[in-house]
């Protein structure tokens, strides 16, 4: 406030201290543009922020303005004050670890004044040169003793959603990285995830990146919103299909070896109706694991927006990510999973989405050509082992379709042998679907077999649990396809 850069911006000096002072207060809920406009820039209560941009302009300049202050008179700051776009509350960067965006909470109440008035802004009183700095001084200070021992796991101050305006998103999917401040370009399947926005309370933090259970893309999972929150997401009308993301890192088991349940116990609301009850993650799929809830026949209120409402029964509701899809109405879209490292698109144009979902058994390459299928390439890897998947689904009827090729045993394979060598089971939801299953009397050797089960439905957790069992030897995949047949 002090600096030369400010001292002859009054009017952006004067925003500054009214968005840090509100932050340093744990006021952030009230940094919205109508709220601006009235307290600094001295709008009436008839403000309308559809046509008067007053707030938006000012916030971009005050953007360029500590740009233009930390490249020159602030280089050496410790730590840096951020105000990303689309959001009004100021966030606490540590400048060594700039790239990360890891904001921090200030633990200090300033002193209480007046608010400024615009007609004030040009005298130079004894406050306006030196308490706005001391002010700031103290705040820093704070900070930086909270920074050394500050970890990744702190929740980051919380950000309020962008002004409440009912736009349309330029994309017809919407992916969000709940409590991340940057994006992630590309998942496993090629889908980008935006940064955390529309949202409104709680707070964000980030864990450690390790690998989770029955999910590849365990980067996901290594931030997430806490607390009591909402979401207000703006959609173009139409029915969509929503997956919200889930995996609770923070239970460790103790000397009893306990689950960890009943230590994270929320609701969540849609559209201000009740979605998930009593929800326990740890219960819902166990610790350390990635838990998928899907959703059909989703659409935005009346406003245009996707409410979705976190509130607390046990400790603080936590999401990791959450997905809004285009979706035909009262049905899914298909699942379609291949057992390799790398998507594939068949002979119809089918795209299918590289292995997931699994948990345990391993993945290898098969040898020699499969026969009996337009599409060979689909049987070019498998599955073995002892080994299930999780395949999220929405309450319905499904169509569940397996492929399995035999390309180890048989004369003249590498494991030899005949029929007996290979024998296993396959269940879903604990009920078998094929018992004592030997692909070597269903099909010759490098022959593609295709089984299709009709009229299943998803369990308690809302997962289509498949399990292979083997009796002799491994069980084996190689694809695997669910469709919903809902009417």
Excluded at 35 to 53: E, H, K, P
Excluded at 288 to 313: C, M, Q, Y
Excluded at 324 to 347: G, K
Aim: aromatic content about 10%; charged content about 25%.
């Amino acid at each position: 406030m002090s600096s030369s850069t400010f001292a002859r911006s009054p009017r952006l000096a004067s925003l500054l201290q009214y968005l840090c002072e509100r932050s340093f207060r744990g006021d952030s809920k009230s940094l919205k543009e109508y709220n601006i406009a009235i307290d600094v820039f001295g709008r009436g209560t008839n403000f309308d922020q559809t046509s008067d941009a007053i707030v938006r302009v000012e916030v971009h300049r005050l953007r360029k303005k500590l740009e233009k202050y930390y490249a020159g008179e602030g280089i050496a700051e410790p730590l840096r004050i951020v105000i990303e776009p689309g959001r009004y509350t100021p966030e606490f960067v540590a400048t060594a670890t700039l790239d990360t965006l890891q904001t921090v909470p200030v633990m200090d109440e300033p002193p209480q004044r007046a608010p400024i008035q615009q007609e004030d802004l040009p005298s130079h009183t004894a406050w306006f040169r030196f308490g706005p700095s001391l002010l700031i001084f103290a705040g820093l200070c704070v900070v930086a003793g909270v920074l050394l021992w500050l970890r990744s796991v702190r929740p980051a101050q919380a950000r309020t959603a962008p002004p409440e305006t009912a736009v349309v998103l330029p994309g017809e999917e919407l992916r969000i990285r709940c409590g991340a401040t940057k994006p992630m370009e590309h998942d496993r399947d090629g889908n980008r995830w935006e940064p955390d926005a529309y949202f409104t309370g709680g707070m964000a933090t980030s864990f450690p990146v390790h690998s989770l259970y029955r999910t590849r893309d365990s980067e996901l999972y290594s931030t997430a919103r806490v607390g009591e929150f909402s979401y207000k997401l703006p959609l173009k009308p139409g029915t969509y299909e929503l997956r919200l993301h889930f995996a609770d890192t923070a239970f460790q088991p103790g000397p009893a070896m306990d689950g960890g349940e009943n230590r994270r116990v929320f609701n969540v609301d849609l559209n201000g109706q009740p979605l998930l009850k009593q929800f326990d993650i740890i219960a819902d799929s166990g610790p350390n694991t990635a838990d998928i809830r899907a959703f059909k026949d989703v659409e935005p209120a009346a406003d245009g927006f996707l409410h979705l409402e976190f509130r607390s029964r046990i400790s603080e509701p936590l999401v990791n990510a959450i997905e809004v899809l285009p979706a035909p109405p009262h049905r899914m879209r298909p699942i379609r999973l291949v057992a390799q490292e790398r998507a594939y698109t068949d002979s119809a144009g089918n795209i299918w989405m590289p292995d997931d979902y699994f948990l345990f058994g391993r993945l290898y390459p098969k040898t020699g050509i499969v026969a009996g299928t337009r599409d060979p390439e689909l049987y070019g890897w498998e599955r073995y082992g002892h080994f299930s998947y999780a395949i999220p689904a929405a309450p319905g009827t499904y169509a569940l379709t397996l492929h399995f090729a035999e390309t180890y045993f048989g004369a003249e394979n590498p494991g030899g042998g005949g029929t007996g060598s290979r024998i296993f089971e396959v269940t879903c939801n604990g009920i078998s679907l094929v018992k004592d299953f030997d692909l070597l009397r269903e099909a010759p050797v490098r022959t593609a077999i295709v089984r299709t089960f009709h009229g299943l439905h998803p369990n308690a957790q809302g997962k289509l649990m498949v399990s292979f069992n083997p009796s002799a030897n491994y069980a084996t995949v190689s694809a695997i396809e669910l469709v919903d047949e809902s009417k």
